[in-house]
């Protein structure tokens, strides 16, 4: 089904990154949710009401809360889709994480409701009433969420959204849930045992879970989390392909919403480069980015002395040093500056976060190596993190 509307209703439906396509992928999404979670709430209700099962009236309000949900992730993806303005330069993109997070704080809300219900029940337990219009209903219910799931997760995938992750992570969690009520409504039927509560706070504590994991998804791109290793490689593949561009590093990736993304970097070229040639490929360069990746690029050039002997053994020296401390760590913008008396290495030194080196003690041990290796060199180390 949503394969044939969104074909029927996207015509340009590969153009992810526009947030004119990603809004009707959200609508589309954000309605069939909306119409399905309400007619799974009045038909869950029904059978809860005749069976007289908290666990299955409880999982019935929850299936509402979804429909809310739906028209939550609506909302959030027509605001991301609106133009940037003075008040938001860089658009409204981050609006899709921020519904995300609003789903999955109701996530969170419903299911500390659930288990606070439970626990009454097991406190007050009531006789459960299985019918076969019962069993239809919850069995129904569960190939429902499965295939809401399924396209949830599908369209999320193929859009990069966060929102959609969260509605994914919450049907899949509603259809643990509607399971286990299944499980209890059975077993209470024909063995008379009263587990109705508990498997609601089995239901609870499984939409709780999934209410964590889906706010996880959508906390972390606002907190600025890295971007994504794929995205990095197709900057490098491409700034690569320049030959007047030696190394690139100090790349910075500002996320401000899918398809909104700005970078800057810096570029190292020849120091003694014709100086308009090498500007107009960076000019190049950061329309070329623009276009092939719809985002704003910053370039900023750093001269680097690439025929120069001396510095060249010199920083082949350094680089070894670097790799006998651990093969992660790296270097960029060496120079040297030679004195009567002794000759200063400059470079910065990128340290990956998990490293058990600290700054100083980094340094230290860089600094003494060198010294064994030269008693005239001298080091001015910047230490940067990947």
Known sequence: MITLLTRLLIKDRENIESPEIRQKYGLISGMLGIFLNILLFCTKLCAGLIGRSISIIADAFNNLSDAGSSIITLIGFRIASQEADSDHPF???????????IVSIIILVMAVELIRSSVSKILHPENVTCTPLVLVILIGSILVKLYMYCYNKTLSKKIDSAALRATATDSFSDCLATSAVLIATV?????????????????????????????KDTI????????????????KNIVGEYSLVLGIH?????????????????AEVPAKGNILEMHDTIDNLEKRLQQELRCSAVIHMDPVMNDDLETTECQAIVTGILQEIDTNLTLHDFRIVKGTTHTNL?????????????????????????????????????????
């Open 220 to 235: 972390s791109p606002l907190m600025g989390q890295a971007p994504d290793p794929t995205f990095i490689k197709k900057i």
């Open 91 to 101: 658009g409204h993109g981050r609006s899709e994480y921020i519904s995300g997070l």
């Open 346 to 386: 400059i470079f910065d030194v990128v340290v990956p976060y998990h490293s058990s080196y600290t700054k100083e003690g980094l340094k230290e041990t860089i600094e003494n190596r060198l010294k064994e290796s030269n008693h005239l060199y001298y080091v001015v180390i910047q230490i940067d993190h990947s």
């Open 187 to 215: 077993i209470s039927h024909f063995t008379g045992l009263h587990i109705d509560g508990w498997c609601g706070i089995l239901v609870g504590i499984l939409i709780l879970h999934g209410g964590i994991e889906a706010a």
């Open 250 to 266: 100090d790349l910075i990736v500002h996320d401000y919403g899918p398809g909104r993304r700005m970078i800057s970097l810096h």
